[in-house]
């Protein structure tokens, strides 16, 4: 049961250059979320899902774009990547069903991403 | 809306020292409250949790009490370890919130360092 998985775990990208992390969770959660994660700032989300087909803006949603055509996996992209998004990203996954309120999040072990 | 206040860090102390890391909560709701902890180069993991007023969540010596008069959960462990250095979350889920029962609110999160 390998939980949630990110892909790649680092990455160096050049201002204007564009990527994908991915998210896979094998855990048949529907709510699904990505996060940044910056010095002295916490976590702060970014966008999430409550189910396949469905995405929603987050906290700092500027700059990037989701999709989740499958319920296991949710995808993150930078279409234009600039200095400001150097961070580390964590995507982390909930259960859905009664009681969901009382459920933890699953985190991944995150993508470094640096933007030069 | 919700949020958590947690103490800045980071806290330092010697092995063996008794550890507080305070916790303070804001709710529209009956929120259920979480601990997270984060290692070097890894994601959130669950720490322990408390879903109702009284509750004590409690998991690798470490202990918190939902604390609903006073609005806190406070995180202590009696005799820290250097392989405890790490960063430590706290967290609800308020599903009374408006939006907000799919996306749990963090605090910052507080760094503890312990030293041989």
């Known amino acids: 049961n390998a939980g949630v998985t990110q892909t790649p775990k680092f990455r160096v990208l050049k201002t204007g250059q564009s990527m994908t992390l991915l998210c896979a969770q094998d855990m048949n959660h529907e709510y699904m979320y990505w996060y940044r994660q910056d010095p002295g700032m916490g976590l702060r989300l970014i966008h999430y899902?409550?189910?396949?087909?469905?995405?929603a803006k987050g906290e700092v949603p500027d700059g990037y774009n989701v999709s989740r055509l499958k319920k296991q996996n949710f995808l993150l992209g930078l279409e234009s990547a600039a200095p400001s998004q150097t961070s580390v990203y964590f995507c982390?996954?909930?259960?859905?069903?009664?009681?969901?309120?009382?459920?933890?999040?699953?985190f991944g072990n995150g993508t470094r991403l640096t933007v030069t | 809306g919700d949020s958590v206040t947690q103490m800045e860090g980071p806290v330092t102390l010697s092995e063996e020292a008794f550890l507080t890391i305070n916790c303070t909560y804001t709710?529209?709701?009956?929120?259920?409250l979480f601990w997270y902890v984060q290692y070097p180069g890894e994601g959130l993991q669950l720490l322990l949790k408390?879903?109702?007023?009284?509750d004590k969540g409690s998991n690798k010596g470490f202990e918190a009490t939902y604390r609903k008069e006073t609005t806190s959960f406070h995180l202590e462990k009696g005799s820290v370890q250097v392989s405890d250095s790490a960063v430590y979350f706290c967290?609800?889920?308020?599903?009374?919130?408006?939006?907000?029962?799919?996306?749990?609110?963090f605090g910052r999160g507080t760094s503890l360092i312990v030293h041989p």
């Open positions: 899902s409550v189910g396949e087909g469905t995405t």
């Open positions: 982390a996954s909930r259960y859905h069903g009664q009681g969901f309120s009382n459920s933890p999040l699953h």
């Open positions: 709710a529209t709701g009956y929120p259920s």
């Open positions: 408390a879903t109702k007023a009284d």
């Open positions: 967290a609800l889920s308020d599903p009374l919130y408006s939006g907000g029962s799919y996306i749990p609110t």
